[in-house]
């Protein structure tokens, strides 16, 4: 197992420089919270990681093409979740 909470510590940095530097629907954002939500899901933090995951695809929504793969990642990662939770009708 990795050390998850390192791996944390060192995204939750980066994404704060990110904040300062870029406007708040740019892509990198999206890419940082899917980052943080990824470490949530393989720490069992299912509700955080869904509201991490939920962050990055509202910037994807906003700010790429419907049909961009990047969206339907985070649509997986987000049904992911659900199904490991055992919600199945989300």
């Not at 939750?12 to 904040?19: D, G, N, S, V």
């Not at 629907?25 to 999206?30: I, K, Q």
């Not at 509201?51 to 990642?73: D, G, R, T, V, W």
């Amino acid at each position: 197992m990795g050390d998850y909470s390192k791996a944390l510590e060192f995204y939750e940095k980066a994404l704060k420089i990110k904040e300062k530097a870029l406007p708040p629907n740019h892509p990198d954002l999206a890419i940082s919270y899917n980052n943080i939500g990824q470490v949530y899901k393989n720490t069992g933090d299912y509700s955080k990681a869904l509201e991490f995951y939920e962050k990055s695809l509202k910037i994807k929504e906003k700010a790429l093409p419907p049909n961009h793969p990047s969206l339907a990642i985070s649509k997986h990662d987000i049904g992911l979740t659900y199904e490991t939770m055992g919600e199945y009708s989300k």
